[in-house]
């Protein structure tokens, strides 16, 4: 075999890298590496090739190969995307977009309701701008053909506020000329309205300008990086999308499949624990039967994803177990005392690697209550009301209750005990839960040890084939597939 028939997939993490050398005939890993992620110092110190520089050494020494294969990546260092969400009103089209902002792979850092004054309000984007700091500003309002004021108002604000970043801009599609003249001279995208119509959300169009303004703008912006590899490599030309957007990807190319003869898992939900955040992908059909008798503002998708930003095993670990604590979500292994100060440990400690059993034992109290409010968060309630025009569904959240395959995703997880898994879903997976949550309740449960999912996103466009065989081996490490 020879190099062209291997690449390499790298994640830079916001606080590991991770390469894994592909051979992309078989769709299998063949070797993989990590390292910490070095961000430039203010002193100008550091630089994020520094770790894959080093992920690429441990390649090579394990498969001289890796030296000359081609790269593919995604990023999340940095801060990953940051993206403020303007829409008309809270419920709708601002909601719309935060849901397509999240499935886009960035965070949302605020969200502002232009409609909820019909006067000019500069002053609220220029606080927005200073408080949250985000990469991009998604500009949503008005259904196509219907009310353009707001959108013309908010365009017109963000301008007078002094914003000077891209904007993509996903409203009402008969106002986009007007809009584009108003940002003409800052950096922007026209793309598909997020509500086109009352009662639908069509993400696409947003979610794939939110990837061009991304790797057009914003990974340069975040000047990560000031030289090249010693192949001649730059960040910026690795780098094909946010992580949690090539991950989304590859929870799509898996649960969908390529086509009949090729097919997916079925319904599938991802949840990653991280430092900072948990996040939960989910790829779920939705019954139109259901959907039909279903009370939602919003309309759902089937992919989405959410982030908590209160919940993770390190900067978040207080909040995660404080946010437990609170709302009941999972039983804990650990006292809660016990578990707050090693919460606190961590919060201040973010480097910190346990090595006791009792120090195991918190981490994985910590990524229990992360992973039960996590899923609780994305997956709500259900009730069943009658009203006057008949019985409705009353839902706050996805439901995953027929959801086939649960894929569990972190370090935690993936460098745990025996055993691990199993303890951090307790609670949240199962046909007997209580409280009404719409939890999975036969899913099959696995982890993603070898961090396939974000290789699976990088390698759909261009070797869909490669990408189909390595997500089934998720499922199926030992498959024949070739």
């Known amino acids: 075999m020879h190099s062209a028939d291997l ?84 419920l709708v089209t601002a909601e719309a977009g935060r849901r397509v902002a999240l499935s886009s792979g960035g965070k949302v850092v605020g969200v502002v309701a232009a409609g909820a004054s019909r006067v000019p309000q500069p ?69 598909d309205n997020v509500v086109p119509r009352i009662g639908v959300l069509e993400p696409a169009g947003a979610r794939a300008a939110i990837r061009e303004v991304f790797l057009s703008h914003v990974i340069g912006g975040k000047h990560l990086s000031s030289r090249t590899t010693a192949r001649g490599d730059t960040f910026v030309a690795m780098v094909r999308g946010a992580t949690p957007d090539v991950v989304l990807t590859g929870v799509e190319l898996l649960a969908n499949g390529l086509d009949s003869e090729r097919p997916g898992a079925g319904d599938v939900v991802v949840v990653d624990v991280g430092g900072a955040t948990t996040d939960v ?41 404080e946010a437990d604590a609170s709302q009941g979500a999972g039983p804990g292994a650990t006292p809660h005392e016990e578990l707050l100060a090693a919460a606190r440990r961590r919060t201040e400690d973010p480097a910190f690697v346990p090595a006791t059993d009792a120090e195991l034992d918190a981490d994985e109290a910590i990524a229990r209550a992360a992973v039960g409010l996590a899923l609780r968060r994305h997956a709500g309630r259900s009730k069943v009301v009658v009203g006057p025009s008949g019985r409705v569904v009353e839902r706050s959240g996805k439901d995953l209750r027929e959801v086939d395959l649960l894929v569990g995703s972190g370090g935690v997880l993936r460098h745990g005990r025996e055993g691990v898994s199993e303890r951090v879903l307790a609670g949240s997976v199962g046909a007997d839960l209580e409280g009404g949550w719409q939890l999975p309740e036969r899913a099959r449960v696995v982890v993603d040890t070898a961090y396939v999912l974000a290789a699976v996103g990088l390698l759909a466009d261009a070797h869909p084939e490669a990408a189909y065989r390595l997500a089934r081996r998720l499922i199926d490490p030992v498959a024949d597939l070739v």
Do not use: Q
């Not at 005939?25 to 520094?50: F, K």
């Not at 982030?307 to 995660?320: F, I, N, P, Q, Y």
């Open 7 to 90: 690449t390499i997939c790298v994640d830079f993490g916001s606080t590991f890298t991770k390469a894994s050398l592909v051979d992309l005939a078989e769709g299998r890993i063949v070797a993989a590496a990590e390292h910490p992620t070095t961000l430039p110092s203010a002193s100008g110190e550091g630089d994020v090739l520094d770790a894959y520089d080093a992920c690429l050494a441990a390649l090579v020494a394990t498969d001289p190969r890796a030296a000359d294969a081609p790269v593919l990546a995604c990023s999340s260092a940095g801060g990953g995307l940051r993206i403020a969400v303007v829409g008309n009103e809270e």
């Open 123 to 191: 002053a609220v984007y220029r606080d927005l701008r200073h408080t949250t700091r985000p990469d991009v500003v998604l500009l949503t309002g008005g259904t196509d053909g219907g009310n353009s004021e707001v959108l013309l108002r908010a365009a017109a604000d963000l301008v007078d506020s002094g914003w000077s970043g891209p904007v993509v801009v996903a409203g009402n599609a008969e106002a986009a000329a007007e809009v584009a003249a108003v940002l003409a001279d800052v950096p922007h995208v026209i793309t």
């Open 281 to 321: 992908h989910s790829v779920v059909e939705v019954d139109p039967e259901d959907a039909g008798l279903s009370r939602e503002v919003v309309a759902t998708t089937p992919v989405t994803r959410t982030v908590e930003g209160d919940l993770g095993m390190r900067w978040s670990a207080l909040s995660t177990v």
